[in-house]
T-cell receptor, first 112, second 109 residues
């Protein structure tokens, strides 16, 4: 089992460009999450999906949109990238009631 | 103020030593807590889950003190391979977690 996979691993964007970060899990977990991690700031929740068909904002949702395509897939879209969105993005899958979360390998995004 | 606070360290300890990290939380409604380990440029990996007063797994012991609102992680007989950043997390609403910024541990020969 691959667990949680993310694509791409690295990406460089110019300001104003758009892109979608993909995340998929084969753990059969209901909940999925997108975090960003910046030096000195720790992990901050962008959006999450407690179950298929639902999404909710986290701590830092501005500038992002998400889609819970099905139980396995949860994508994060940057419509108009800004340098402040330069970060490492982690997707996670969670087993709901137990709250345990399992992370993907991350996407390193640079916006110039 | 973050809901989960950790001493960033770094903690430098010799191989074989015992080291303890504390993590304080402000959300008294948090029910469950977790310790994650994160290696440089890698994803966080779940180390221990704490649902009641504590948990033990080999050289690692986690304790939860609800009255004082802190969670500790004790590592006995430190190994060089324990060098990493340790993240504390507590539950929020909607199955979300609040993470601390992490504590850096360096185990030296």
């Amino acid at each position: 089992n691959a667990g949680v996979t993310q694509t791409p691993k690295f990406q460089v964007l110019k300001t104003g460009q758009s892109m979608t970060l993909q995340c998929a899990q084969d753990m059969n977990h209901n909940s999925m999450y997108w975090y960003r991690q910046d030096p000195g700031m720790g992990l901050r929740l962008i959006y999450y999906s407690a179950s298929e068909g639902t999404t909710d904002k986290g701590e830092v949702p501005n500038g992002y949109n998400v889609s819970r395509l099905n139980k396995r897939e949860f994508s994060l879209r940057l419509e108009s990238a800004a340098p402040s969105q330069t970060s490492v993005y982690f997707c996670a899958a969670g087993n709901g009631r137990l709250y345990e979360q399992y992370f993907g390998p991350g996407t390193r995004l640079t916006v110039t | 103020r973050k809901e989960v606070e950790q001493d960033p360290g770094p903690f430098n300890v010799p191989e074989g030593a015992t080291v303890a990290f504390n993590c304080t939380y402000s959300n008294s409604a948090s029910q469950s807590f977790f310790w994650y380990r994160q290696d440089c440029r890698k994803e966080p990996k779940l180390l221990m889950s704490v649902y009641s007063s504590g948990n033990e797994d080999g050289r690692f012991t986690a304790q939860l003190n609800r009255a004082s609102q802190y969670i500790s992680l004790l590592i006995r007989d430190s190994k060089l391979s324990d060098s990493a950043t340790y993240l504390c997390a507590g539950t929020n609403s909607g199955y979300a977690l609040n993470f601390g910024k992490g504590t850096s541990l360096l185990v030296t020969p």
